[in-house]
């Protein structure tokens, strides 16, 4: 059997400047790919209308340019599995979102704000943690009918099972199970009509034909969701592998209160492009001796 042919990709939501812990995981997926002659895709997620920033996605592109790592595929370098851009996607979210409602996996939920908000307060105050009650989970289909007729404001939510738990290897981590009763029924299309990251990372990753999904710990949490969905679809889970989280000395996240952040700080500062490369590539990983220098070219053998 032939080995199936190694896609990465670097998934950032353009919030105008690149963190240093983007640039990491920008870095190890493009040098898991070099290293296993495989495909490094640039996509940009920016479903978020809210969060847009002018200047951003061009700005990130310049930046990862800047710092040498080229990739194979993603805006301006279309492959076979463009656009790479989720703003130029939203068709395709619809119709996966529409097969998921279609087939029983997720449904149309009417909540206002004010009703979740009371829904949090009171489990707030029962002491319980704050999560969707699945009110919607169950309406008479007619009654959906009826009511997107009318024009009432909808989003999409999937439907997590109410009992039993969710394990997957992670590459790094190892064995990672996460029970179900701490899952919420996620948001997967919102009310404007735009995907959430989840229903979006989901169906890219598919159609992008990603075989490894290298990205932030902050992720693993949402993992078992991304994994039923996968599973709802019918399609093929992806091999995963979750980066520690870059951290203050005090352990708290790395943030801009405490110092540069973003590469293009340092980058004006005047650090040579060698030399962040080098340093990212060390927060978390070392060649196992006192090598304590490597370029791009070094990095991938
Ligand atoms: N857009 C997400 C981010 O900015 C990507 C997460 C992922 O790689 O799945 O962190
Ligand atoms: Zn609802």
New binding site residues.
Partial sequence: MPTPSVRV?????PTGYLHVG?LR?ALYNYLFARRNNGTFVLRI?DTDQSRKVEGAVENLIETLRWAGIEYDEGPGREGDCGPYTQSQRLAIYEEHARKLIDTGHAYYCFCSPERLEQVRQKQIAMKLPPAYDRHCRDLPIDAVRRRREAGEATVIRMKVPVGGETTFEDLIRGTVTIAHKVLDDQVIVKSDGFPT?HLA?VVDDHLMNISH?I??E??LPSTPKHIMLYQYFGWEVPRFAHLPLLLNPDKTKLSKRQGDVAVEDYRKKGYLKEAIINFVAFLGWNPGDEREIFTLEQLIQ
């Fill in positions: 990709r670097f998934a950032p939501s983007g995981t997620e990251y990372v999904v990205r932030g902050e992720w």
